[in-house]
């Protein structure tokens, strides 16, 4: 299934009116009108999902309920794209694909909550979307807006998809709304059992993973602290230190024990990975390609703070996120600096050096649903590229008897095992020290840590600990 964004005509037409939306709509809800927004400027820009909406919520002053509802609709929708188009595509009269784009937004605005959210009523949303398209498309259109989506209200039960037998890769396609080369690829990785709970994990509502800061805070200070807040909350299975929030729409930022520097916002698999690293207080350590600095605060705060972290960025702009995270952390080992990773220089050695590196993002789908549709498969030979240029650099900054970290934040053996294969043929000087030796060995796999969303309920990431010879 590919998308037509229609003539150059029609897509001016539709950045013209997606960016008048506040002037021209006032009734509806503010938070579905942003959404179709984000949604329209996220289908005609390469800006990723997260930094529209952090534009849009910094510059709204909207309610907790409707940053709540924001969030859910565009997310939602993003995730769910295929599986809403394909609906869209068989009650609509005419080609669907061809609408213009904010058309097609409030159509899926709509359908997303008829088909996923039970507390909104039917009528509300669809309402709300045919009022949208009413101020800027006129009656007809709307007319049509409201024809779709009552019909598809009424025949909700008559829906029929693809049929699984005729095709298994394009079922899953369309029904867990993904793209096909992603699925085919799964399927041939990991079969079609373990490629269904995969998609079906990718596909969840993302749980916040929080890291308590242990210079800071004491564990049982912070569960005592969420308990009084009445947050629902579990300890990961991998370490206590990392809290899973299971209440959704809080404002961790605003927390005392956030602003206090008691805790940061961190996945567990990228917690887990500087646990790897194995540092500690005294030493040297260079954290490559690090905003926004997550993986730089736990280095810092597992060496006591009592060593020296420079945390290389190619953007002056990415680091700032880096500085500010420290002071708030109340982090003094940490040192940034402004360098491409595949150059930077340094006359003296590390005894550590992480590198982080750019990869395909496939093992955050759960969190980061527009990933899957920016990602195309000749991405990964290409980064693969890049990860094998920044490493190759990197290594020659690794004292005798120091570790270099490979890290990535996804579930590609070609971006994970083989680059690390490739590498220790390549440097023979280097040895592959065994996760297992840090880590739990649940989320160790032949000398590496490798999670998997649907089967740890974190991130997939990759993590390998390679040793120079003394």
């Given at each position: 299934m590919q998308e037509d964004s229609g003539t150059d005509n029609q897509s001016a037409v539709v950045n013209q009116h997606t960016d008048s939306l506040n002037e021209q709509v006032i009734e509806v809800n503010p938070a579905r009108l942003a959404a179709v927004r984000i949604i329209s400027r996220f289908e005609r820009s390469d800006a990723y999902l997260d930094k529209l909406m952090l534009k849009e919520l910094r510059d709204s002053s909207f309610s907790n309920e409707d940053k709540a509802l924001l969030t859910e609709l565009v997310n939602g929708v993003i995730r769910w794209k295929w599986k809403l188009d394909w609906v869209l595509t068989g009650f609509y009269k005419g080609d669907y694909l061809k609408c213009l784009n904010i058309v097609k937004n409030a159509l899926r605005v709509g359908l997303y909550q008829i088909l996923f959210l039970d507390r909104i009523p039917d009528h509300a949303s669809i309402n709300e979307s045919v009022e949208i398209i009413k101020r800027i498309q006129g009656e007809k259109i709307a007319g049509i807006v409201n024809g779709v989506l009552r019909n598809i209200a009424r025949n909700i039960e008559n829906i029929r998809y693809p049929v699984k037998e005729d095709d298994a890769v394009y079922y899953y396609t369309i029904i867990l709304s993904h793209p096909r080369w992603m699925v085919k690829r799964w399927m041939d990785l990991f079969g079609e059992e373990q490629t269904v709970k995969l998609?079906?994990?990718?596909?969840?509502?993302?749980?916040?993973?929080?890291?308590?800061?242990?210079?800071?805070?004491?564990?049982?200070?912070?569960?005592?602290?969420?308990?009084?807040?009445?947050?629902?909350?579990?300890?990961?299975?991998f370490a206590p230190e990392s809290i899973i929030i299971k209440s959704k729409g809080e404002d961790i930022s605003s927390w005392e024990l956030f602003t206090e520097g008691k805790i940061t916002i961190q996945d567990t698999s990228a917690y887990m990975a500087t646990k790897l690293a194995f540092v500690r207080p005294g030493q040297r350590i260079l954290d490559l390609c690090s905003a926004p600095g997550g993986k730089s605060f736990a280095l810092a705060e597992q060496s006591n703070d009592e060593g020296i972290v420079i945390s290389v960025d190619k953007y002056e702009s990415k680091l700032k996120s880096i500085k500010e995270g420290a002071e708030r952390l109340h982090l003094k080992s940490i040192k940034t600096m402004v360098a491409?990773?595949?150059?930077?220089?340094?006359?003296?050695?590390?005894?550590?050096?992480?590198?982080?590196?750019?990869?395909?993002?496939?093992?955050?789908?759960?969190?980061?649903?527009?990933?899957?549709?920016?990602?195309?498969?000749?991405?990964?030979?290409?980064?693969?590229?890049?990860?094998k240029e920044i490493i190759s650099n990197a290594v020659r900054f690794v004292k005798p008897g120091g570790a270099l970290i490979y890290s990535t934040c996804t579930i590609e053996p070609e971006e994970n095992e083989d680059v690390i294969s490739w590498f220790l043929a390549e440097n023979p000087d280097f040895t592959l020290d065994p996760a297992e030796k840090y880590l739990p060995a649940d989320i160790c796999r032949s000398g590496c840590m490798q999670t998997y969303q649907h089967i740890h309920n974190i991130d997939g990431a990759f993590a390998a600990r390679l040793v120079r010879k003394t």
């Open positions: 998609l079906e994990a990718n596909n969840r509502k993302p749980d916040t993973k929080i890291r308590i800061n242990l210079l800071r805070a004491t564990i049982s200070e912070v569960i005592s602290e969420l308990r009084e807040k009445n947050i629902d909350f579990e300890q990961s299975a491409d990773a595949s150059s930077v220089e340094f006359e003296e050695l590390f005894d550590v050096v992480f590198a982080d590196l750019p990869c395909s993002g496939l093992g955050t789908l759960t969190k980061k649903p527009d990933i899957k549709w920016k990602r195309e498969r000749e991405d990964i030979a290409l980064l693969v590229n890049t990860q």
